[in-house]
């Protein structure tokens, strides 16, 4: 666990080399010891009370990657408003991606208002670093926090940021997400449609900005683009930013959106 850790923090900072004030804030977001605790408290009361699959450490880095790769696809096109630039965007989605989960170290049960609540000391003291003007810290933290209430689709967000953070949960369905709970002997459709899941691509779409290629072993890891993956984009209106390919042995075998 700990050398998967280690190896998404390299793979985020390689991400953000060249910007030292972004590299700065996933430092502060990876090394702090509260949010790692309720990361780690997220995982008690999932994986071990309840069965779920991974919510903690590992999982908010992938979010978090899967989140800078997405908006580095998109692009320019991601900043609808001027007074806020690609930049911000980009601290936006980081943060929330990584914060998503942490409401779960209380209760599941409406997870993502609580993260909003667990997560304001921890974004107010990023904000202090990373701007210097009051009326920005507000504007990005407001974002920031609608990125998190949003992410399981179940409120309609009114940015594109929130859009890819939740995309960017969703797309967190690889085989090992699922191994834990599943040895536990939890074995039903969710468990068996995460180990059918083999690999998740992000790139370039053909006919929409983004594609998410999601390889499988057979076609029951469909069950985790219809329920999960697609549930969080459509929730989040951002179906016209992505088209999302299953392949079965490498060869494509349904195409969703």
Known sequence: ???LVRKLDEEIAERLKGDDALLSVYEYLSSNKRIAALHDMANIVLVQRLKYNDHGRVHARITTLNALKIIDILGERVVKESWRTFRDSKLIVMVASFLHDIGNAINREDHELLSVFLSRPFVEEIMNMFYEDE????KISSMIYEAIMCHMGRYSPTSLEAGIVATADGCDMEEERARLPFKMGEKDIHKYSALAIQKVNI??????PLRIEVKMKDPSGVFQIQEILMKKIKGTNFQ???????VINDKEIIRFI
């Not at 016209?240 to 299953?246: K, L, N």
């Open 135 to 138: 009326q920005m810290k507000v």
């Open 1 to 3: 666990m700990n050398g």
């Open 203 to 208: 790139v370039h779409g053909e006919q929409k």
């Open 240 to 246: 016209d930013y992505v088209e999302i390919i299953a």
